[in-house]
């Protein structure tokens, strides 16, 4: 069993990471199995996110995440959904992080406060990406196994967190680089197609 109060700040600092993974890609899963985690036992919470083991909050995570469950699955309506919750998933997992860190010194938590929104930010620009990408398909299953997809890697790094933090916070930053560097080739694909359209229009 992980105990939060006690794990040396790398340890703490790999846990956060894989959460703010898992939050970027499903808030409302992350918060639901970390509260079930606590309020079974099997993972001591630090004083500041006691409330997550409450059964209001696990019963409205749930709900939540049996909305996003469905309305996620909705081509283009999933882009709409995504957009909206970059006010709520950025800002959800820094405050989760600050509050996972109230232990440690003001700098340090407000490094842990900005681990926590910076990779859920990554981790949430790469899922939007790669919505916009398969939303043109006339099908729907890409759309559907993408999200399905992203619940599962949510839930399982969540988990994988509180057993093996150094092995999640590994994971999550490997897909991290992975999204920046597929970020970085489609950029340099767009810039190279409106270079050959100029030079086309020019000529």
């Known amino acids: 069993m992980l105990n939060v109060l006690q794990i040396p700040p790398s340890e ?15 808030l409302y899963a992350t918060i639901a199995v970390l509260g079930l985690l606590a309020r079974f036992g099997h993972l001591p919470l630090p004083p500041g996110l006691l409330l997550l083991a409450g059964w209001p909050v696990i019963a409205a995570s749930l709900t939540l995440f049996v ?20 006010f709520i998933r950025v800002p959800v997992a820094g405050l989760l992080a600050y509050q996972a860190t109230a ?19 990554i981790a949430h620009s790469g899922k939007t990406a790669a919505r ?14 993408l999200s399905v997809g992203e619940d599962v890697l949510a839930i399982s790094l969540t988990w994988l967190a509180t057993r093996h933090p150094y092995l999640a916070g590994t994971l999550a930053t490997s897909f991290i680089v992975i999204i920046v560097l597929l970020t970085r080739l489609v950029v340099r694909a767009m810039r190279a197609l409106f270079r050959g359209a100029e030079h086309e229009l020019t000529a």
């Open 103 to 121: 232990q440690l010194s003001p700098a340090h938590q407000l490094l842990a406060t900005l681990l926590g929104a910076f990779v859920a930010l």
């Open 67 to 86: 909305i996003e469950f469905f309305a996620d699955k909705i081509p283009a309506f999933d882009l709409l959904w995504n957009a909206l919750h970059t």
């Open 12 to 26: 703490l600092f790999a846990l956060l990471a894989a959460i703010g993974f898992a939050a970027g890609l499903n």
């Open 132 to 145: 916009a990408a398969v939303t043109p398909s006339p099908e729907p299953f890409s759309n559907i196994s």
